[in-house]
Nanobody, 127 residues
């Protein structure tokens, strides 16, 4: 079983940057698809970004709102996935969750297809 722990959230001003981290424990982690989702109270958990690897090839996918501002990356040696968030906006305010899917490429944008979830880290952006 994979255990995920997110960190790096906080309260920032619009235009600032944050780097979220997701520490993963699990022997099969390197073969999993890793994703970031976000959710506000009373609303659906939405896809933000995902990363998957097949050999030397890395596949990445982003939501329209994340594209051009956010970057997902992975440090395989540390079994850690990152979400670099730049040019943050008030609309980015949400609880951000790291997720793992027990399949490789292609990446999935559907939350129900992911098998493991972290507890979330809150990101609040003031305008």
């Amino acid at each position: 079983q994979v255990q995920l722990v997110e960190s790096g959230g906080g309260l920032v001003q619009a235009g600032d940057s944050l780097r979220l981290s997701c520490a993963a424990n699990g022997r099969t982690f390197t073969s999993y698809t890793m994703g970031w989702f976000r959710q506000t109270p009373g609303k659906e958990r939405d896809f933000v970004a995902a990363l998957s690897r097949s050999g030397a090839v890395t596949f990445k996918s982003y939501s329209d709102s994340a594209k051009g501002r956010f970057t997902i990356s992975k440090d395989s040696a540390k079994n850690t996935v990152y979400l670099q968030m730049n040019s943050l906006k008030a609309e980015d305010t949400a609880a951000y969750y790291c997720a793992a899917r027990a399949q490789g490429p292609p990446v999935s944008k559907t939350s129900s297809e992911y098998d493991y979830w972290g507890q979330g880290t809150q990101v609040t952006v003031s305008s």
